[in-house]
Each structure stands twice: as structure tokens, then as C-alpha cells.
């Protein structure tokens, strides 16, 4: 039996990855939560196969959350999944130490092999991912920049095209606002933009918005 942590701040998913994981064989929720300090605190009382975590679920960012699992809990395997681009976020979760990247768009029958594959300590990915990484189309120009960001580069650009702050962004990945400009700095350099309008217009193509 494979026990199921799901980690999603929507009601109606978490119910409906709970109805299709319980109609299938083999499975069992031992719980759902809709926030990361919910999260961390079910952890220390349930110890589940798997944790289903929602990138963008509220007060701590999925990839923060993630680092925060596998340090306190490494014997649990983590899944993230999203309604956001697998171009964007597949890497950065795998670098940070997800077992698998799930796209909320993908066939419901992902879910449970997805799972299943986890659960057996394999990497998921979807094929059509697993194509694109294989294949680096002469089109996609804003992919292979972002390819070349570091994950905390790719949380530092999300939290900026999501209007927020130096402090902000500081207070929300735990660093220091003078850490934050570094990043900037950075972030323009592998982008290749000079300023923070070109730099947000990248975020836009990279689908961060």
C-alpha cells in the first residue's frame, strides 16, 4: 500500500487526486493539506510514501518546501506537480530533489503511475518532456536561457515577475536584500536584458507570470 500525502491550497483538487488515488488499487491519502506549515506539521506525525506538493502552494514557495522536506525528512519521496509550464519548473524541482515533475494538465492516469514510479525511489517525467530536454528546438530561445538559471535564480524571477519586492523577495526566499540584487544582476546577464523591464518581458516568455 502506498500512503499519499497531498499538499494543495484548492479544496476541489486535493478532493479530486483523493477520489481518483482511493478508486484506484494499491493507494491510501492518509491526508490532505492545504498550506506548508500544515504540511511540515502532518510530517511529523504521519511518515507518507509520498508527497504530492503543489508548486505553488501558500507561505513557503514548493521548491522551499522541497529543500525544507528532504533535509527533515529524507525518507520522504516528493512529487511535484502544477498548472504551470514543465519547461519552467520541471528542471528546477529535479535539481532541488523532487522525484518527478507532474503537470496539472496531464491525463488523470499520469497521476497514479506517476506515483507508483516515485514510490519505487524512479524518476517521472512526462514523454513529452522527456522529448523536449532530449531535443533543444532552435525555437524555443527563452527555454535554453532559462536552462542556464540556477534554481534559486529561477525562485528569485518568479517572485520578481510576481510584483514583488527586493525586500519582499529577501523575507520570501530568506536572504538578504543585497543577495537579492546579486541575483538580479545575474539574472540580466543570462538573459541577456539590461534592465528590469526586459528582464520581466523574459519572465513573461519564460511563462512565469
Known amino acids: 500500500m502506498i500512503k499519499v500525502?497531498?499538499?494543495?491550497?484548492?479544496?476541489?483538487?486535493?478532493?479530486?487526486v483523493r477520489q481518483v488515488l482511493n478508486s484506484?488499487?494499491?493507494?491510501?491519502?492518509?491526508?490532505?493539506?492545504?498550506?506548508?506549515?500544515?504540511?511540515?506539521?502532518?510530517?511529523?506525525?504521519v511518515t507518507p510514501d509520498v508527497?504530492?506538493?503543489?508548486?505553488?502552494i501558500p507561505?513557503?514557495?514548493?521548491?522551499a518546501t522541497l529543500r525544507k522536506i528532504k533535509k527533515d525528512f529524507p525518507e520522504v519521496k516528493v512529487l511535484m506537480y502544477s498548472?504551470?509550464?514543465e519547461d519552467v519548473y520541471a528542471l528546477s524541482t529535479i535539481r532541488a530533489g523532487a522525484f518527478g515533475y507532474l503537470s496539472k494538465a496531464s491525463d488523470v492516469d499520469?497521476?497514479?503511475?506517476?506515483?507508483?514510479?516515485?514510490?519505487?525511489?524512479?524518476?517521472?517525467?512526462t514523454n513529452e518532456l522527456a522529448q523536449?530536454?532530449?531535443?533543444?528546438?532552435?525555437?524555443?530561445?527563452?527555454?535554453?536561457?532559462?536552462r542556464k538559471l540556477s534554481t534559486r535564480e529561477v525562485e528569485v524571477l518568479k517572485l520578481l515577475a510576481s510584483g514583488k519586492r527586493n525586500k519582499d523577495v529577501a523575507i520570501g526566499l530568506n536572504l538578504n536584500e543585497k543577495t537579492v540584487s546579486t541575483y538580479k544582476a545575474r539574472l540580466m546577464k543570462k538573459l541577456n536584458v539590461d534592465n528590469m523591464v526586459d528582464l520581466l518581458q523574459q519572465a513573461k516568455a519564460l511563462e512565469l507570470y
Open 59 to 63: 507561505e513557503i514557495n514548493g521548491i
Open 132 to 146: 523536449r530536454l532530449a531535443f533543444d528546438e532552435g525555437t524555443q530561445k527563452p527555454r535554453r536561457f532559462f
Open 110 to 125: 499520469y497521476i497514479i503511475s506517476a506515483i507508483r514510479k516515485v514510490n519505487e525511489g524512479s524518476m517521472f517525467i
Open 51 to 56: 508527497v504530492l506538493l503543489e508548486m505553488d
Open 5 to 16: 500525502l497531498i499538499a494543495d491550497n484548492h479544496p476541489i483538487i486535493r478532493m479530486g
Open 83 to 85: 498548472g504551470q509550464s
Open 24 to 45: 484506484a488499487s494499491g493507494f491510501e491519502v492518509v491526508d490532505d493539506v492545504a498550506t506548508t506549515s500544515e504540511l511540515l506539521e502532518r510530517l511529523e506525525e
